[in-house]
């Protein structure tokens, strides 16, 4: 019998690591790779971050450390930035709106001139409003000025974000001649709004071969900074603007060109990314390892015109701020652009008041027609982790595609492992694994040697950078492959597996004195073998400051998904694969498709024929199931209506629609808004709250969702034919565990008088006589050809405040 090894101390922290996982699955919690302290670490091309939440560097420490860190305390201006929101526009002229502001900031300043030094912007297009730098005592005392609605601090906000298509039924050739792709001309005429990053506009995702005119409508511009002038604009890319002024006002050290491009030009990488998955020209012959030849690469309406508004900069990462991005609604809005695509947002919502960051200028927006397409965030999978959660932002969670990258492990006995990884470079011959989580001495067991180590436990991570400092000659990090980022050092193996495949690795390496692997180069592999699940990082629901409301709303592909990437000094390769913030421009780019084949739809009706017509599998029909955990079947927290379905969305047969009135009414029901302040938000002296007797239960949202059920409680919804004039829809029901739901009238009748009917459902508790969790449900109105569904979500709640 072979002998086992004797464990050193870096096998004891593995035996630890693999420990620490199977103890949270026994338990049923989520994976220890799903704790905030174990995501994946944020890249500068795709993730920005708090300083306040970034994790102290302890690549200098050793284990004998017992130095004391101090947190160093955040910078804080002596004349900070306010932003003052005041409603809709009481003139037309903007001159005269930006007058009205530098005089309620004299009132308080005291003189014209210092209004004019103190203001950072005035909000005189889409809305009213202005930010201005205040000793936090002057902003309080503007606060009780009568016309202001609303004072918000200027905070940091982040950024949160090929085969894409084929996946979801729009093959991705220039000559397809079928579906809302050829029948909307690919998009063409739609202009779409990027608030991001800036834009690398020599990318072949931007050329403008075979485009037409610049629609008449468009008011925008191409302004001129570093590296970037008018000239670097096309028919393709018809607008470009940056806003910094918010964010160098709070910031100890101001930008400037040393470190960034003070122009739309992109130097964080994320807006590139963003602008060519929303409307990214064709582009033929994509080189890229692991792609067949001749691949195609193209955005979601590829002859939809681009307008960049730069307010995202590279600083730690990726940073943007309030005042910036308010100022590019605020322009967006006047320049004309049909949709817009924001992937920006803040941390998990608390209050409503973080949640106005970007809710109010994309009210405005909506109310204006223009669809505002947003991120549920980058916060999974925790539970209630979901951001930009108003009734009129369309939110999107992220789902994997189709697509595998793996990269074969064989052991000397021939028996192999599959990882996850992109390593292109040559097969790395058999030679010693070990397994370490022990820093202290990197240098002496590593070289020339694979690492594998767990992510997981309470062991520091194991970088690629580290290992190849030491010597290392490959990587292997025990996680969950389909979330993990990507980027390695060049033709270094970072290879990914999950706790399974690792542990019998580790396995092996207990059972024999010298475990030697081989390490062959990646294959993609896609199709129907690879399942689809609702991403990790994708974050969740419900929305822990109005549960009421859905959220997200809808699912996209958003991980591994190839887009061009900015050249660097290191790597001048045009493209890439991305991470995890690409769902919210993929259907935005199919938002834009709708709105040119459906003109007259609100954005309210856009989003019903997304959210009715979703699918709750893949499109091979399998289930959706979640990553990220206990691998669970996936439900409307994870994906709101399901995964989008772009061909059945132009046809949704009814739509649950919605007007500024609705918006009204959950501004109310959440007791932050009064009747004078809607009458200020509208412009419009007799708007006000509905009465005390409406329920927020009651909005008109493409879903049902009742956190706090005790007794019986009947919902009212409205639907609006936009299918044959003459129709009858019977429900189908798909009631919860447990729950009673009863849907009245039984059949509902439209004809040409009649375009637009209520119906009302009634929900009891049932059999359940204890609180409990979230069970779902669907109803679906069908004629035959039509299935209109919108998900139910329901809890009961016997006992207040008492958690399960």
């Not at 998990?348 to 973080?354: F, I, N, Q």
């Not at 008109?700 to 004039?725: A, M």
């Not at 929900?763 to 039509?786: C, E, I, K, Q």
Request: include cysteine; charged fraction near 20%.
């Amino acid at each position: 019998m072979k002998k086992t090894p004797k464990m050193d101390s870096s096998l004891r922290l593995c035996f630890v690591a693999i420990a620490f996982g199977f103890v949270f699955i026994m338990n049923g919690k989520l994976s220890s790779g799903t704790t905030p302290h174990e995501a994946d670490p944020p890249q500068a091309s795709n993730l920005a971050f708090s300083p306040e939440a970034a994790p102290p560097d302890t690549s200098a420490m050793d284990d004998d450390s017992d130095i004391n860190y101090e947190p160093v305390p955040p910078f804080v201006p002596e004349f900070p930035v306010f932003i003052f929101y005041l409603g809709e526009r009481k003139h037309d002229d903007p001159n005269l709106v930006t007058q009205s502001h530098l005089e309620i900031l004299k009132s308080v300043l005291g003189s014209e001139e210092e209004a004019n030094k103190s203001m950072v912007y005035s909000y005189h297009h889409g809305f009213s409003g202005f930010a201005a730098k205040l000793k936090p005592a002057e902003a309080e005392k503007l606060k009780k000025h009568p016309e202001v609605i609303i004072l918000l601090e200027n905070r940091k906000l982040g950024l949160q974000t090929t085969r894409t298509w084929d996946y979801l039924g729009q093959f991705s050739t220039p000559t397809s001649s079928e579906g809302l792709l050829h029948e909307t001309n690919m998009g063409s005429g739609a202009i779409i709004g990027v608030i991001d990053s800036g834009i690398w506009s020599e990318s072949g995702a931007f050329d403008d071969d075979g485009y037409g005119p610049i629609p008449k409508q468009w008011k925008g511009q191409c302004v001129s900074g570093d590296q970037f002038s008018p000239v670097d604009c096309n028919k393709k890319l018809i607008g470009a603007k940056y806003y910094i002024d918010g964010l160098n006002a709070d910031l100890e050290t101001s930008i400037n060109s040393t470190t960034e491009y003070l122009s739309p030009r992109d130097r964080n990488g994320h807006g590139t990314q963003v602008s060519s998955t929303v409307a990214g020209s064709f582009v033929s012959n994509v080189t890229l390892p692991g792609l067949s030849s001749g691949s195609i690469m193209r955005g979601g309406a590829p002859k939809a015109h681009i307008a960049m508004y730069k307010t995202c900069w590279d600083v730690e990462g990726g940073m943007c701020s309030v005042a910036d991005v308010w100022k590019a609604f605020d322009e967006a809005i006047h320049d004309g652009v049909d949709i817009l695509s924001v992937s920006i947002g803040g941390s998990a919502l608390k209050s409503l008041d973080v949640e106005i960051d970007i809710a109010i200028p994309a009210l405005h927006a909506v109310n204006k027609g223009i669809p505002v397409v947003s991120p549920a965030g980058n916060g999974g999978s925790r539970y209630s982790s979901v951001i930009n959660i108003s009734p009129w932002i369309l939110t999107v969670a992220a789902t994997t595609l189709d697509r595998s990258f793996p990269t074969l492990i064989t052991l000397e006995n021939n028996k192999t492992f599959l990882g996850q990884s992109l390593y292109t470079g040559p097969e790395i011959s058999f030679t010693d694994l070990i397994c370490t989580a022990d820093h202290s001495n990197l240098d002496q067991i590593t070289k020339g040697k694979v690492i594998m180590h767990f992510s997981m436990g309470p062991t520091p991570p194991m970088t690629p950078d580290i290992v190849q400092k030491n010597g290392g000659i490959g990587l292997i990090d025990v996680r969950s492959p389909s979330d993990s980022r990507v980027e390695c050092p060049a033709n270094f193996p970072c290879i990914y597996v999950d706790l399974e495949v690792g542990s019998e690795l580790y396995t092996y390496t207990q059972t024999t004195s010298s475990l030697k692997i081989k390490i062959s180069p990646y294959k993609t592999i896609f199709g129907e073998r690879v399942a689809s699940k609702v991403a990790k990082s994708s974050a969740r629901g419900p929305s822990s400051f109005s549960p009421a409301i859905l959220k997200p709303d809808i699912a996209a592909p958003g991980v591994t998904l190839l887009t061009p990437r900015i050249p660097t000094d290191e790597d001048t390769s045009e493209f890439a694969y991305s991470g995890t913030s690409m769902a919210t421009p993929v259907i935005a780019g199919i938002v834009a498709l709708l709105k040119i084949s459906h003109p007259n739809w609100s954005p309210a009706a856009i989003k019903s024929a997304l959210v009715t017509t979703a699918m709750k599998t893949d499109p091979y029909g399998e289930r959706l199931t979640v990553d990220g955990g206990n691998y669970k079947v996936a439900d409307a927290f994870d994906y709101g209506g399901g995964l989008v379905n772009l061909e059945k969305a132009t046809d949704p047969g009814l739509v649950y629609d919605m007007d500024i009135n609705d918006y009204i009414h959950y501004l109310c029901s959440q007791a932050l808004y009064t009747d004078k302040k809607v009458s200020a938000l509208t412009g419009n002296v007799t708007s006000k709250c509905p009465s005390s007797g409406s329920s927020i239960l009651d909005l008109n949202v493409p879903s049902i969702t009742i956190p706090d059920l005790k007794r019986n409680v009947t919902v009212t919804r409205s639907v609006t034919n936009v299918g044959p004039v003459k129709s009858v829809y019977k429900p189908v029901i798909e009631t919860p565990l447990g729950f009673k739901v009863v849907v009245s009238p039984k059949k509902l009748k439209f004809n040409k008088r009649r375009n637009k009917v209520a119906f009302k459902v009634r929900v009891s508790p049932g059999s359940h006589r204890v609180n409990t969790a979230f069970y779902f449900g669907s109803l679906t109105w069908s004629d035959g050809l039509h299935n209109v569904t919108i998900p139910i979500s329901l809890r009961t709640r016997f006992i207040d405040n008492l958690f399960l």
